[in-house]
Structure formats: C-alpha cells, structure tokens
C-alpha cells in the first residue's frame, strides 16, 4: 500500500517540477522575444531562471549560446524534438529572425 503512494507522491512532485521548467522556459522565451524585438521593457523577473541570464540579454556585446541536451533513445523522441525546436527558435532570433 505504501508503494503505490510513495509513487504518486514522486509523481506529483515531477509534475511539479516540470511546470516550473516549462515556465521558466516560457520566461525566458519572452525575454530572448522582447530583446530581439528591440523593446526597451524585458521580463527578467518572471522567473529565477531569467534573473540569473539578465546579464546575457543587457549590453550591445552580450553572447548566447544555447547547449541542448538530447537522447537518441527512441523512448525520448518526443522530448528530444521539443528541445531541438526550443534551441532551434532561439538561434533563430540570436541572428535576427522571429522566436
């Protein structure tokens, strides 16, 4: 009996974890957009996440890089096409196209 709880518990607490990843990525979709925009207003603090990257979206000199973590394990196609359409959109508006 305990088991079955123990798992939904951990379940619950990825789900969790999850929504606060895809939020913080949502932040920071909206901040690399505002920049390539040329919006003078930038939602750094939408999320931690963003707060700690401020420094990379201030400044004529700032880079970004985006490094992708993908799998070639077929059971995370799914997430490993996400991932390369997210770093795939923000390359995209580093060089000055639409996120």
């Known amino acids: 009996p ?3 709880r123990e798992r939904g518990v951990r379940s619950d607490k990825t789900r969790r974890e999850g ?3 895809n939020k913080s990525l949502l932040a920071l979709k909206e901040c690399i957009r505002a920049v390539d925009h040329g919006k003078s207003h ?6 931690v996440l963003t707060q700690v990257l ?8 700032s880079r970004t890089c985006m490094i992708a973590c993908v799998s070639p394990a077929s059971g995370s196609a ?15 508006s580093n060089n000055g196209g639409a996120a």
């Not at 930038?42 to 999320?47: A, D, G, L, T």
């Not at 401020?54 to 000199?61: I, L, R, T, W």
């Open 2 to 4: 305990g088991r079955g």
């Open 19 to 21: 929504a606060e990843i």
């Open 42 to 47: 930038r939602p750094f603090r939408q999320s």
């Open 54 to 61: 401020k420094d990379s979206f201030v400044g004529a000199n």
């Open 78 to 92: 799914e997430h490993t096409l996400n991932t390369l359409r997210y770093a795939d959109r923000v390359k995209d």
